[in-house]
């Protein structure tokens, strides 16, 4: 009979400082060093979903003098000049005018936004316009109209998958800046850049993120049907876990530099399954996570931590791809 293996265990979370991450404190004069966004998308198909992603841009720290891009998109076939043309271009005006409105009570009256229209597949014609202006963020909402409402809303999808820019799903309708982020990472190189971006988000006033990095042992069922002894079980995720530390490190540092606190955890299991407990029991507001933008049978064979947490996280989720960048079809 095979050997009885540990399965993984629901470990509690705790901070990582004492067992190796060390503990950065950010400097009073590291606040400033934090880039407001100048630069950003917002995608609209008019549904409440989108009304979120417009007073949420609104609440993000922007430049005094941020370009916004407001772009709906139509279907290809569109006459110009139709009736839908002219009905959707009323509706992007009357957005437009509520983006103005939550600016100005954000006290951002300097911030110019471009209202604009475009025909064809909304995900390619949303990475053309973000690309085109050199966008820093494109904020979507995750629920779109008719049947994409089933598949979280396959645009949202598409462009986290595709763009190689980041970009921020927004879920509910925000009350206030972002206040209890968390941030998920891989122990990668790229972690960093995560880091950075999500730090880009949070207010001023946000002095505390928490870290999370979820880790597996590669091959550890295998492993166990095999007949692996538990003591080298152990010893594997006990070395998956310094590695996950040395990576940790240094995205604690780029959170620190840009004067933010991070409470680093480290926990043992499925990272989907470990992210979505985490965000519900913090009740965090945003959740920041990485994508390779896998498509085809490696997606589907590897699964998507990324997608899982977009689908099913209550927050909003800010995608970072950390591979090279799609080439679009040309027109």
């Given at each position: 009979?095979?050997?009885?293996?540990?399965?993984?265990r629901?470990a509690?979370?705790?901070?990582?400082?004492?067992?190796?991450?060390?503990?950065?404190?950010?400097t009073a004069?590291?606040?400033p060093q934090r880039?407001?966004l100048?630069?950003?998308?917002?995608?609209?198909?008019?549904?409440?979903?989108a009304?979120a992603a417009?007073?949420r841009?609104a609440?993000l720290?922007?430049?005094?003098?941020?370009?916004i891009?407001l772009?709906?998109v139509?279907?290809?076939a569109?006459?110009i000049?139709?009736?839908?043309?002219?009905?959707a271009?009323?509706?992007l005006?009357?957005?437009?005018?509520?983006?103005?409105?939550?600016?100005r009570?954000?006290?951002?009256?300097g911030?110019r936004?471009?209202p604009?229209?475009a025909?064809?597949?909304?995900?390619?014609?949303?990475?053309?316009?973000?690309?085109?202006?050199?966008?820093?963020l494109?904020v979507v909402g995750r629920?779109?109209?008719?049947i994409?409402?089933?598949?979280l809303?396959?645009t949202a999808?598409?462009?986290?998958?595709?763009?190689?820019?980041?970009?921020?799903?927004?879920?509910?309708?925000?009350?206030?800046p972002?206040r209890?982020?968390?941030l998920?990472?891989?122990?990668?190189?790229?972690s960093?850049?995560i880091a950075?971006?999500?730090g880009r988000?949070?207010?001023p006033?946000?002095?505390?993120?928490?870290?999370l990095?979820?880790?597996e042992?590669?091959?550890?069922?295998?492993?166990a049907?095999?007949?692996?002894?538990e003591?080298s079980?152990?010893?594997?995720?006990?070395?998956?876990?310094e590695?996950a530390?040395?990576?940790?490190?240094e995205?604690?540092?780029?959170l620190?530099?840009?004067g933010?606190e991070p409470?680093?955890?480290?926990?043992?299991g499925?990272?989907?399954?470990?992210?979505?407990?985490?965000?519900?029991?913090?009740?965090?507001?945003l959740?920041?996570?990485?994508?390779h933008?896998?498509t085809?049978?490696?997606h589907?064979?590897?699964?998507?931590v990324a997608?899982?947490?977009?689908?099913?996280?209550?927050s909003?989720?800010?995608?970072?791809?950390?591979?090279?960048?799609?080439?679009l079809?040309?027109?």
């Open positions: 009979m095979p050997r009885r293996v540990p399965g993984p629901r509690r979370a705790r901070p990582a400082s004492a067992k190796g991450v060390p503990s950065v404190r950010p004069l590291a606040a880039k407001r100048r630069r950003v998308l917002i995608a609209t198909d008019f549904s409440r979903s009304k417009l007073e841009a609440l720290p922007l430049n005094p003098k941020a370009s891009g772009l709906h139509l279907p290809e569109t006459r000049g139709g009736r839908e043309a002219t009905r271009q009323g509706r005006e009357e957005a437009h005018r509520g983006l103005l409105r939550w600016l009570q954000a006290q951002l009256p911030v936004v471009h604009d229209t025909c064809g597949p909304p995900f390619l014609e949303i990475i053309r316009r973000a690309r085109g202006m050199k966008a820093e494109i629920r779109g109209r008719g994409a409402r089933l598949s809303g396959s999808e598409r462009v986290v998958r595709k763009a190689g820019i980041p970009v921020l799903v927004v879920g509910p309708p925000p009350r206030a972002y209890l982020p968390l998920a990472l891989e122990a990668a190189p790229e960093r850049a950075e971006m999500a988000l949070l207010p006033s946000a002095t505390a993120i928490t870290v990095h979820a880790y042992v590669p091959f550890e069922g295998y492993a049907i095999g007949g692996a002894s003591g079980i152990r010893r594997g995720r006990k070395a998956a876990a590695r530390k040395a990576a940790l490190a995205s604690a540092k780029t620190a530099e840009s933010v409470k680093v955890m480290l926990r043992h499925d990272p989907r399954l470990v992210i979505l407990e985490t965000l519900h029991r913090l009740r965090s507001d959740v920041a996570v990485g994508t933008g896998r085809g049978i490696t589907f064979l590897l699964g998507s997608q899982e947490v977009v689908r099913s996280a209550k909003d989720v800010l995608v970072v791809r950390t591979a090279g960048v799609v080439v079809p040309p027109r």
